[in-house]
């Protein structure tokens, strides 16, 4: 979204996607042939019966062919301009730094797992990656589970506060 100029639409198009795999999947998670695969593999209730994986996976296929098409249709790129990040012009500072990746984890209250994502990059990439955390609706604090699932292997998030994520907020991380 921020590549095509429509930043202040991410959290649509996120909430677009959830919904479409849950309305227009079975079971949600069929759109992945790979789940199809496994789920034939099982004999719980979320199995489907071998004999159907072939229909289901023709069906991934024609369901993403359309998507692929629907999507360059939708997002086609503006006329003199390149959706590649690192070819925009900066908004601010100089030319990306890219002595090391920046990552920004965004969803809509920045308490749970936005936060943990950020927790979990910053313990094991230290210094090598920097990385940012927002959200569309910010909560007051991080969420008490999540806070204390991190604790559990021994990464500590208790100090994060949830942060509102803007396109000027999206655009920093990737411009030093």
């Given at each position: 979204m921020v590549r095509s100029g429509r930043a202040h639409q991410a959290a649509y198009a996120v909430a677009g996607y959830i919904a479409a795999a849950y309305w227009f999947t079975s079971s949600t998670?069929?759109?992945n042939p790979a789940i199809t695969i496994g789920r034939a593999l099982t004999d719980t209730f979320a199995g489907i019966a071998p004999a159907s994986v072939p229909a289901f996976v023709a069906a991934q296929a024609v369901g993403g062919t359309l998507a692929l098409l629907l999507a360059g249709f939708t997002f086609h790129q503006p006329q003199g301009?390149?959706?590649v990040v690192d070819h925009l012009e900066p908004t601010r500072g100089g030319p990306r730094d890219r002595s090391h990746p920046h990552v920004v984890f965004l969803c809509v209250h920045n308490?749970?797992?936005s936060q943990m994502?950020?927790?979990f990059l910053r313990h094991l990439a230290g210094d090598r990656a920097e990385a940012w955390s927002g959200g569309s609706?910010?909560?007051?604090s991080v969420n008490p589970v999540a806070v204390a699932a991190m604790a559990?292997?021994?990464?500590?998030?208790?100090?994060a506060q949830p942060q509102r994520w803007t396109e000027d907020g999206l655009r920093a991380p990737m411009w030093s």
């Amino acid at each position: 979204m921020v590549r095509s100029g429509r930043a202040h639409q991410a959290a649509y198009a996120v909430a677009g996607y959830i919904a479409a795999a849950y309305w227009f999947t079975s079971s949600t998670s069929f759109a992945n042939p790979a789940i199809t695969i496994g789920r034939a593999l099982t004999d719980t209730f979320a199995g489907i019966a071998p004999a159907s994986v072939p229909a289901f996976v023709a069906a991934q296929a024609v369901g993403g062919t359309l998507a692929l098409l629907l999507a360059g249709f939708t997002f086609h790129q503006p006329q003199g301009t390149e959706l590649v990040v690192d070819h925009l012009e900066p908004t601010r500072g100089g030319p990306r730094d890219r002595s090391h990746p920046h990552v920004v984890f965004l969803c809509v209250h920045n308490a749970g797992r936005s936060q943990m994502a950020l927790g979990f990059l910053r313990h094991l990439a230290g210094d090598r990656a920097e990385a940012w955390s927002g959200g569309s609706e910010p909560a007051s604090s991080v969420n008490p589970v999540a806070v204390a699932a991190m604790a559990e292997v021994g990464i500590d998030i208790a100090g994060a506060q949830p942060q509102r994520w803007t396109e000027d907020g999206l655009r920093a991380p990737m411009w030093s």
